[in-house]
């Protein structure tokens, strides 16, 4: 049933607007929100770990406007695989920001461009691909039935996709000798001996160490991005850069480097933040937090 029905949402969601689209998220997300007793224990752990200095009211209306905007990412995303590039662009109300990018892109040195699990992650890529020769490395959904529609959608824009395998990683690097860019999410915890624990909010994360590695290759300047959503389906594009450390060959330095860059964008708006991940699962003395 399932293998019916989802790609028949996906197909659905892919022509009704992208406010609509966005406002049935909002529901959900305030309906997951709500009766999910999982996702707000993993939520206000995750908020309680990164903002002890908030109160509890603070940190429960974040969880909460957060589920939110996972709704909206959920649903907005095959609205944004099916638009025409030249209707994409016109989502973007400060399409300037991305002026550093394209000067560092013409070094020919490769470009490595992450992008959080923060605001919308899918029209980033999309923006992103739209201006650059881009890989990105994808993992495939656990329901085949959508993944041909995903892979699809994000390639929209021109995006190669590889799988988050050995030949993928080596598909990056090639995109990187070539002085392409390459796309990937710098905020998902590491799977063992592909980490080291370094500070995110302060607190001990499991990070995965590939990024850093693959800047490390050839010098390739690294921007992180966030499109934020704004009202009636616009965005705006957040760019920063992670500290010189994340060129250190001591990989807690770089990865350090990295989650730093990322908290910086978080802190732009963590109510846009997915908090129902989690980000700490790994604990450095083995103990559990969720």
């Not at 990024?211 to 389906?233: C, H, K, N, T, W």
Request: charged share 25%.
């Amino acid at each position: 049933m399932r293998n019916i029905l989802a790609p028949a949402l996906l197909k659905l969601f892919a022509l009704t607007p992208l406010g609509l689209n966005q406002w049935l998220g909002r529901r959900i997300g305030s309906l997951v929100w709500r009766f999910s007793k999982k996702t707000k224990q993993i939520s206000l752990t995750n908020l309680d770990l990164c903002f002890p200095e908030k109160d509890h009211s603070w940190r429960e209306d974040s969880g909460r406007k957060s589920t939110q905007a996972m709704g909206e990412a959920l649903l907005e995303s095959p609205c944004l695989w099916k638009l025409p590039v030249e209707k994409l662009r016109k989502l973007c109300i400060n399409p300037e920001s991305f002026d550093e990018i394209k000067t560092a892109f013409k070094k020919n040195q490769g470009l490595i461009v992450a992008t959080p699990h923060l605001g919308s992650w899918e029209y980033a890529g999309l923006f992103l691909a739209d201006h650059f020769p881009t890989t990105t490395l994808y993992r495939p959904p656990r329901l085949k039935a959508i993944d041909g529609i995903i892979k699809k959608g994000r390639a929209n824009t021109g995006a190669t996709l590889v799988p988050t395998t050995t030949s993928g990683i080596k598909a990056m690097a090639k995109a990187l000798r070539e002085n392409k860019c390459i796309g990937l999410l710098p905020d998902q915890e590491a799977t063992s001996g592909n980490g080291v624990f370094a500070g995110f909010f302060n607190v001990p994360a499991y990070t995965m160490h590939l990024l850093p590695r693959m800047a490390q290759r050839r010098d390739s300047a690294v921007f992180l991005i966030f499109a934020e959503r704004y009202p009636r389906g616009r965005f705006r594009l957040h760019v920063t850069k992670p500290g010189a450390d994340i060129y250190s060959k001591d990989m807690q330095k770089a990865c350090a480097s990295m989650n730093q860059a990322v908290e910086k964008l978080i802190r732009i708006n963590p109510k846009q933040y997915n908090w129902a991940y989690k980000r700490f699962k790994v604990v450095f003395d083995g103990g559990k937090r969720y």
